[in-house]
């Protein structure tokens, strides 16, 4: 396979196990940019970070909820301890009042159904006039 890159010509590729900066990176340069950057994000929104949030929110709210939404968590756990501190008779009565509302909002609904059916039912039927 001919090189593309004459300069290249004299590299040999690296063999499985070898190594060839045996001292490898110096301790702590890969963070030293990423800290410095932080630190200087930080103290700019120490500073001016309310007023620019606003002014984002009035300009560009499209850019607002996008950093809205990149800073949510992809999923949301949410722990209800209500049912966890209540007794067994308040649990018992707390059910027995769900299953009361849900037979007389089911009734509700089919005697709902029933009176329409019934005056539907009992109307005369539409004449068309030309």
């Known amino acids: 396979m001919s090189n593309p890159r004459p300069q290249n010509a004299n ?6 196990g070898e190594v060839r900066n045996p001292n490898g990176r110096p301790k702590g340069s890969r963070n030293k940019l990423g800290e410095a950057f932080i630190e200087a994000m930080h103290e700019d929104f120490r500073v001016h970070g309310k007023t620019v949030i606003e002014t984002v929110r009035c300009e560009k709210p499209d850019q607002y909820l996008k950093v809205i939404a990149s ?16 007794s067994d008779n308040e649990l018992i009565e ?3 009042a769900v299953r009361s509302i849900t037979a007389t909002d ?3 609904k089919a005697s ?4 329409k059916a019934k005056s539907e039912e009992g109307a ?3 004449r068309r006039t030309h």
């Open 11 to 16: 590299l040999k590729p690296i063999q499985p």
């Open 71 to 86: 800073i949510l968590p992809k999923e949301l756990h949410v722990k209800d301890a209500t049912l966890e501190d209540m």
């Open 94 to 96: 707390l059910l027995a």
């Open 106 to 108: 089911s009734g509700k």
């Open 112 to 115: 709902g159904r029933g009176r």
């Open 124 to 126: 005369e039927p539409t």
